[in-house]
């Protein structure tokens, strides 16, 4: 049963690029959400998805960022114009739902913006 | 204010020993979920241990332990003969039912860094 897959691993971007994350969740988990870490710090939440829904996007910043989950597919996290202030690890979680049940993680993925 | 609070930034101990990380918590919510996280410097992010609001009992998993104190708002992890493989980034969470904290998501504290010395 595999874990939380999310690629790249590494991805550099230059200022004003696009950046897109990609993250497939544990197989028979419908809920998704994305975290940003900054160094030294712990998880800030950014969105919580399900299929072909945005349940609460309270943690993204206004302007430049979007997630998607389609009914097919993985979710994409999608970052405009990139600037400096972007560069952070991006970890995706997915679980089944349930208040007790933890959320997996995959192992992120790690941005620089130069 | 924080919703969940690790005063310990940074912790040596002693290859073999006991380990008790803190945490403490802020909620209204008459039901939430407490977790925690590891992090090695690989970066993962490995769920170690989960404790109901309604849990009678502490949780345990193995050599962890949750030493809950509801009255108190604490959720303090336990290592017991710690390795040299538990150094890493320790990480409480909470799950708010009601509350949110990105609406069925997880509320993280800023973390322990853990150091185990042979």
């Known amino acids: 049963n595999a874990g939380v897959m999310q690629n790249p691993r590494h991805l550099v971007r230059r200022r004003g690029q696009e950046a897109r994350l990609r993250c497939s969740p544990m197989?028979?988990?419908?809920?998704v959400y994305w975290y940003r870490q900054l160094p030294e710090e712990g998880l800030k939440f950014m969105v919580y998805l399900q299929k072909e829904n945005i349940i609460d996007e309270s943690g993204m910043p206004k302007e430049r960022f979007s997630a998607e989950f389609p009914k097919e597919g993985p979710s994409i996290l999608r970052i405009q114009q990139v600037v400096r202030g972007d560069s952070a690890a991006y970890f995706c979680?997915?679980?089944?739902?349930?208040?007790?049940?933890?959320?997996?993680f995959g192992n992120g993925t790690r941005l620089t913006v130069t | 204010a924080q919703k969940i609070t690790q005063t310990q930034p940074g912790m040596f101990v002693q290859e073999k020993e006991a380990v008790t990380l803190d945490c403490t918590y802020d909620t209204s919510d008459p039901s939430y979920g407490l977790f925690w996280y590891k992090q090695p410097s690989s970066g993962e992010m490995i769920f170690l241990i989960y404790?109901?609001?309604?849990?009678?009992q502490n949780a345990t998993e193995g050599r962890y332990s949750l030493n809950f104190q509801k009255a108190r708002k604490s959720a303090n992890l336990v290592i017991s003969a710690s390795q040299l493989g538990d150094s890493a980034m320790y990480f409480c969470a909470m799950r708010e039912v009601y509350s949110g904290g990105g609406a069925d998501g997880l509320t993280f504290g800023k973390g322990t860094h853990l150091i185990i010395q042979p």
């Open positions: 979680a997915s679980s089944p739902g349930a208040v007790g049940s933890p959320l997996h």
């Open positions: 197989k028979g988990h419908s809920h």
């Open positions: 404790q109901g609001s309604y849990d009678q």
